[in-house]
């Protein structure tokens, strides 16, 4: 059946209908073009220092020629990365793709648990972390692939003195760096100046070549990694940075990049589209801090900024942030999480910009709906698909649905995955015979081809533009001896969009939500853990014994 695009005709003057997905030949390829035409420029900040893209170039290139001269790494090999917004990031990232290896993005809020998960799942040979997260990495190592382990301070990058004193009031004054004992680690800093003895040889990447596996959820509980090659990428680098061309300006861009680079939204929108245009990279290494956060914006002049509903709605409710320097401010894209009407108007009232939303996912890396950038209010939409990029609304059976009907939306591109890491019959599940991924999201087209987000096909709880899979959490916590059954639904949430709430029935009488909270966290990262638990003398359940979260969600949430 033919797809209509109605989306095209309002796109805004000078967007392309398509985009050349192989002007580009990696991901290395563009990041050696922007070394060559912004060279002297700034491309990443954080904490007071600023590196060039020379100087991006020469690291990266010494962290590239470490892995593949000291290491012998070998074409295809998974390094995982652990570790927030630092200077340390971008380094390792293009020094991982310059070698031609694969990264393996990890939150480094994970517990033990779901690390070592991730590491067996993925057979990364090489874990690059943050002292601050040694202490995980060193419990989950046991049965993984690792052998090598790259160790650095938040300092590191910062020069001397400044970067030992950040060190030293991290590990004594703030105690945020627990012990740790992992023989044979290396440090970060003498990894790189071992990459100094060796030349980087030229690497051959292909289209087909994975860049990332960026793990992502299902409804299994069960996290999977998203095989995202070079050609996915930089697919949606060329369709993004066309959607946004009529407002940035080549050279001339700092973004605010708030979230964390590991995520997809910020590692393609912010780490990858602005290093494109040749952009700042203003990181923001712990934005729950608000007070800091709004401290540190006030020191430039930002001409955009990316981040979920929770994000804006933090700043719009810190005091100082209305009195920024708004001047420069151009564009505020949102992502990861339904924008809220409330958030987006009190945002255009203070700022003078628009927010406008987009729609992806891990498996479209991830931009596949954004909003015109002209639009001059919020519109409750999540946009029109972005160029080379199909949408559409399908049934049950897999029919093409007319304007206005509600079904499943669809997506076809170029930006859609190569599949799930060692997992076809998964990966069968989501993309269809004919190429569609079938994205789980409740949606409905208008006549003029604006999508709307209706409802969820799946059991995912949504915290703070994070997947949260039920089955999961439910496995975390049928471990604990005293509970019979236990299901996790979410419930809206004023904060975080939305948050996890357990409905529990006893086996031990005894048994406290104070109990349940405290096995959650030693098992599950911030996010997942329970805000409300609630016990009940039994669970709903359909006629086959299918526990009914939808009559869960519809009860209010008590506290516990």
């Not at 010494?62 to 012998?72: I, R, S």
């Amino acid at each position: 059946m033919t797809v209509e695009r109605p989306w095209l005709a309002q796109y805004p003057a000078g967007i392309p209908a398509q985009i050349d997905a192989d002007e580009f030949s990696s991901i290395p390829a563009v990041l050696e073009g922007s070394i060559r035409k912004f060279r002297d420029r700034p491309a990443f900040t954080n904490m007071g220092k600023t590196l060039t893209y020379a100087q991006i170039d020469e690291l990266s290139r010494q962290f590239a020629a470490y892995l593949l001269g000291e290491l012998k790494l070998k074409k295809g090999d998974r390094v995982a990365i652990m570790m927030p917004n630092c200077l340390q990031y971008p380094i390792a990232t293009f020094g991982i793709l310059r070698a031609g290896l694969t990264v393996v993005n990890v939150n480094p809020m994970y517990t033990a648990r779901e690390l070592k998960h991730q590491l067996v799942d993925s057979g990364a040979s090489v874990v690059l972390v943050l002292d601050n997260f040694g202490c995980t990495v060193e419990k989950a190592l046991e049965g993984s692939a690792v052998t090598q382990v790259i160790t650095t301070g938040l300092g590191d990058m910062l020069g001397f003195p400044k970067g030992a004193i950040v060190n030293f009031v991290l590990k004594y004054v703030k105690k945020m760096v627990p012990d740790y004992d992992i023989p044979d680690a290396i440090r970060f800093n003498d990894a790189l100046a071992l990459g100094q003895r060796h030349e980087l040889p030229e690497v051959s990447i292909s289209h087909d070549d994975i860049a990332f596996l960026q793990y992502t959820g299902g409804t299994t509980g069960v996290a999977k990694g998203a095989m995202l090659t070079h050609r996915n990428l930089v697919a949606n680098m060329q369709q993004a940075a066309a959607w946004v061309s009529q407002l940035v300006h080549e050279g001339n861009e700092i973004i605010i990049t708030a979230l964390p680079l590991y995520h997809i939204f910020s590692l393609t929108a912010n780490g990858l589209v602005f290093m494109k245009i040749g952009a700042l990279n203003y990181l923001i290494t712990n934005p729950r801090d608000m007070p800091g956060f709004v401290k540190e914006l006030s020191k430039v002049k930002f001409t955009s900024i990316t981040g979920v509903n929770t994000l804006f709605n933090g700043l719009l409710n810190t005091p100082g942030f209305d009195k920024l320097d708004f001047s420069r401010l151009r564009l505020t894209l949102g992502g990861g999480m339904a924008v809220q009407r409330a958030v987006a108007e009190r945002w255009k009232k203070v700022t003078g910009v628009t927010l406008v939303e987009a729609y992806g996912l891990t498996e479209t890396s991830p931009a596949a709906c954004i909003n015109p950038m002209d639009l001059a209010e919020y519109n409750g939409s999540i946009g029109l698909p972005v160029p080379s990029t199909d949408a559409c609304i399908k049934d049950e059976n897999g029919t093409m649905l007319p304007v206005g009907e509600v079904g499943e939306l669809c997506i076809k591109g170029p930006q859609v995955m190569k599949g799930y890491w060692n997992r076809p019959e998964d990966t069968a599940q989501v993309i269809d015979a004919d190429g569609w991924l079938h994205t789980g999201d409740m949606a409905r087209m208008d006549e003029k081809g604006f999508f709307y987000i209706v409802d969820r096909k799946k059991d995912m709880i949504l915290v703070s533009g994070f997947n949260v899979y039920p089955n999961e959490v439910e496995d975390v916590i049928a471990m604990m001896p005293g509970v019979l059954e236990v299901a996790a639904v979410g419930v809206p949430d004023e904060k975080s969009g939305e948050a996890v709430k357990l409905v529990i029935v006893k086996k031990d009488p005894a048994l406290t939500a104070e109990q349940i909270k405290a096995h959650a966290r030693e098992n599950l990262t911030g996010y997942k853990q329970p805000r409300y638990v609630e016990f009940r003398d039994e669970l709903p359940k359909s006629n086959v014994g299918k526990i009914l979260r939808r009559e869960l969600r519809e009860s209010p949430a008590k506290a516990g």
